[in-house]
């Protein structure tokens, strides 16, 4: 099982980012995916999630209207579109599956939001 996080970088305040998430190793459209971000000095705060045909979403408060997931399963790859990026959205963003009650991550992508 892989998940190659791509896409963080450094953005100034209002900038966007897309970020995607290759998967490997387990089928990945009979799965439930998200993505989960850990700010510096923060523990694990759950972002967004997404079915497996990607019609059903959700997302933490804070960035709901500025976030959206999306997944393309004939290519194995989830996404984040990240649009109105603010200072307090700095953080390392991991995606996630759950495989037979264990979660899988991969190594992250950093994203910077700053002037």
């Known amino acids: 099982v892989q998940l190659v996080e791509s896409g963080g970088g450094m953005v100034q305040p209002g900038g966007s980012l897309r970020l995607s998430c290759a998967a490997s190793?387990?089928?990945?459209?009979?799965?439930?995916m998200s993505w989960v971000r850990q700010a510096p000095g923060k523990g694990p705060e759950w972002v967004s999630a997404s079915n497996t045909g990607g019609d059903m979403t959700d997302y933490v408060d804070s960035v709901k209207g500025r976030f959206t997931i999306s997944r393309d399963n004939a290519k194995n790859t989830l996404y984040l579109q990240m649009n109105s990026l603010k200072p307090e959205d700095t953080a390392i963003y991991y995606c996630n599956v759950l495989l037979f009650g264990t979660p899988r991550w991969g190594q992250g992508t950093q994203v910077t939001v700053s002037s």
């Open positions: 190793g387990f089928t990945f459209s009979n799965y439930d």
